[in-house]
Nanobody, 120 residues
Framework: QVQLVESGGGLVQAGGSLTLSCAAS????????MGWYRQAPGKPRDLVAS???????NYADAVKGRFSISRGNAKNTVYLQMNSLKPEDTAVYYC??????????????WGQGTQVTVSS
């Protein structure tokens, strides 16, 4: 079983910064991609950023230039540095990890979510 534990959410004023962390533990030999989604009330869960095991990154247009995703040296931790935060960034942020299962298949695991609130 794989567990993902997130931390770093909170309340911040517009223009401020926050860093989210997510650590994976459990029966893990390797992890492919990791990343973050977010979900605001009444809206679907959308991809924010992702990073592969080779450190290739991808960002949603809404956060390009403001957010930065990275992985720890052990590759089982993912960070999301969020700068120049806007009220529209307010959401619950969920991290995920794609763990290889068989051949080219993987299973996605999710964290419990962490609230980010940006006040205007």
């Amino acid at each position: 079983q794989v567990q993902l534990v997130e931390s770093g959410g909170g309340l911040v004023q517009a223009g401020g910064s926050l860093t989210l962390s997510c650590a994976a533990s459990g029966s893990i030999s390797s992890i492919n991609a990791m990343g973050w989604y977010r979900q605001a009330p009444g809206k679907p869960r959308d991809l924010v950023a992702s990073i592969t095991s080779g450190d290739t990154t991808n960002y949603a247009d809404a956060v390009k230039g403001r957010f930065s995703i990275s992985r720890g040296n052990a590759k089982n931790t993912v960070y999301l540095q969020m700068n120049s935060l806007k009220p529209e960034d307010t959401a619950v942020y969920y991290c995920y990890a794609d763990v290889p299962t068989y051949r080219f298949f993987s299973q996605r695991y999710w964290g419990q979510g962490t609230q980010v609130t940006v006040s205007s």
